[in-house]
């Protein structure tokens, strides 16, 4: 029974919460070090036979979503959560009497910091503190070597028996920093809950397109608008950066609802019956937060317009990314495919297209002709050249760079944003704001012997006591008093 007691006190204990998380850490450097999601085929080439049929064993090719890794985090999130609950009862005494006079009295060893014959309150104003408590207290509860005497100057406290009490002044400070362990548990667990959940039921989406389009953003209602995009490039024509601007639609029906909330990005209101939209700029490594989604810089490729005619008038336009496809609406089952851009484009030895340079020097539009799925042809268009198929001619012109956005929405994002709050405040009461108390006991001779306690700074902050309330006595071992 023993033995289980004690397994179960290390379980709830904060020592078996050290030891998860530094377990934890090391499965997350693994992570980080092993490409994660690769085939089977991936790890044998790449590995020793042996440690590649280690990683796949342990699950280390997809670590954060193996049942171990999920299993020890759930067996953290166990234990935070005990051990708040077990030492929330506790905190709850002290702060309602573990800061007293009569407590800071039963554990003072009776040597006192500093003696003044001053008012103990104005000591205490000058160390910052800003409330005290008058009080008595009977020689039981008093050190024996306190040396106080046996009677109360204090007009106004009610003495019961003045030869048997004493006078007795307590102020405390901070006392709020007790709670700092507990709040960084507490938050700890909300910041794993919360991301935890949002990895459940995150929904991603993708928008791309060219400056001047607006796409749906999936299922959501809002739109997004491409204001601008831009590849920055350094002096070797490498590139340091994507940038795109662009600015997030709400939905009509919900700015008829009323819904004024912030949108967090230089939320602009429109005219009546308009949506109010939400700009920003995102670059890679620097999302934009709208409207509870997040939108990050994801990837680029090339896009152009694409012109198709029927004799010498122009039947319809519009803009094609590589990879996606035309239907010409005057003929049923006649498309295009914009297969590949070749910025600079060239033959290679073997005949197949390839770019001799990034720059845009001689484009050309790789493209495939399908006619009631049944391919027609697939060639290489270089600019001005057309496509014709009976009457019709099919032109690509313009070409530019589209950007691909990725967005996610997370409903447990403030959740997890709330949890790292409170471990921040956590750690603020933790190391900053430690309680404080200082007393004082009348003595023999009319002078006021002051100590003090501060688990923040220590001996400092008996020395501070010292030094504002008057001359230091040393105890038997030359130090100055307190608990």
Known sequence: MDRIKRAGRFLCSMKCA??????????????SLIPQGQTTAYYMANYAESLAGAILLFRLDDVFHCWWFVGLTLF?????????????????????????????????NGVPAAVTAEKPEEVFRR???????????????????????????????PVPDASASFAVCYAVRHRAGIWGAWLCHFGMLVVI???????????????????????????????????????????????EQYETAMTVLRPSAEIAGGDQTDAGAGEAAGTAGAAASASGVVSVNHPLSVYGMKFYQNST???????????????????LCTGEYALVEDMEGLAVVFNAFYPDYV??????????SPALRNPGYLYTLYYHDQIL???????????TVEDYGILFEEPRQ??????????????????????????????YLQPEEVWAVQREDGTWALAGKSRKTGAYFLEELAKYGGKAEENGEGQPGGE
């Open 127 to 157: 160390l910052g503190f800003r409330k005290e408590v008058r009080g008595v207290a009977s020689a039981a509860q008093l050190p024996q070597n306190a040396g106080v005497k046996e009677s109360v100057v204090s007009e106004d406290t």
């Open 377 to 387: 042809g697939m060639n290489v268009l270089t600019e001005g050249q057309i496509i």
């Open 193 to 239: 809950g919360g991301f935890g959940l949002g990895q459940m039921f995150q929904v991603q989406y993708t928008v791309y397109g060219v400056p001047g389009q607006t796409k749906p953003i999936g299922d959501t209602g809002y739109e997004l608008r491409i204001d601008d995009f831009q590849v920055k490039l350094r002096e070797d024509a490498t590139v």
């Open 402 to 431: 589209y950007t691909l956005i990725q967005i996610k929405r997370d409903p447990f994002t403030p959740v997890a944003a709330a949890g790292g709050v409170l471990v921040m405040l956590s750690l603020i009461l933790a190391f």
């Open 347 to 356: 033959q290679g030895a073997d005949g197949m297209p390839m770019t001799a």
């Open 76 to 108: 953290l999130c166990a234990n935070l959560l005990a051990c708040n609950v077990l030492r929330f009862p506790a905190l709850i005494r002290r702060m309602r009497e573990g800061f007293t006079p009569l407590k800071r009295l039963a554990e003072w």
């Open 301 to 319: 490729g090339w896009a152009a317009n694409v012109q198709i005619y029927k004799g010498q008038e122009l039947l319809q336009e519009g803009v």
């Open 18 to 31: 050290v030891i998860l998380l530094a377990i934890l850490a090391l499965a997350c450097t693994v992570g």
